[in-house]
């Protein structure tokens, strides 16, 4: 089992929808979530971060957690097409170590 | 604020030749990270330094790669001696603590194995 899943992608969306990401983790002991964005070329960069059950939000974004699931998702409301990019989910492990998913490729259509 | 500085940007060299990348993080950033990106896939952690220390390098390939953080700041990432399979873009990153919080990336060091 890998150490963090995500949809396999890629996902359409059409403007103005609702996109919706989603993220498994294997170490039940895991503190912190994260989701960075990443453009085609560029470096990844944190859209959000979330510790505690439950949902957090931050503009256009919000991001679900489920503990007892292992399960970290992330909305995004009003698609734009600059949201077009790869979304990576990222966990920190039990062992502080930080592991990445392998992205889902999100593409929003005009 | 400085972000993570990272080079060279590019590099392209044969099989069995080696290479170096240099990162240095953001100010005050106690934690330093590498990653492996392989076009198409997510970072995959190669090695974590907390300071001078190594929190984690169960990943790296240490027949060939090797890294070090002298005076817990700057690091360098070589390759001794590259194969194909190494093209990628290699990623510094870091971060305030041990616990990841907001980590911040470099732009990252594209190399290409021929």
Known sequence: ?110 | EAGVAQSPRYKIIEKRQSVAFWCNPISGHATLYWYQQILGQGPKLLIQFQNNGVVDDSQLPKDRFSAERLKGVDSTLKIQPAKLEDSAVYLCASSWDYSGNTIYFGEGSWLTVV
């Open chain 1, 1 to 110: 089992q890998k150490e963090v899943e995500q949809n396999s992608g890629p996902l359409s969306v059409p403007e103005g929808a609702i996109a919706s990401l989603n993220c498994t983790y294997s170490d039940r002991g895991s503190q912190s979530f994260f989701w960075y964005r990443q453009y085609s070329g560029k470096s990844p960069e944190l859209i959000m971060f979330i510790y505690s059950n439950g949902d957090k939000e931050d503009g256009r974004f919000t991001a679900q957690l489920n503990k007892a699931s292992q399960y970290v998702s992330l909305l995004i409301r009003d698609s734009q097409p600059s949201d077009s990019a790869t979304y990576l989910c990222a966990v920190r492990t039990s062992y502080d170590k930080v592991i990445f998913g392998p992205g889902t490729s999100l593409s929003v259509i005009p």
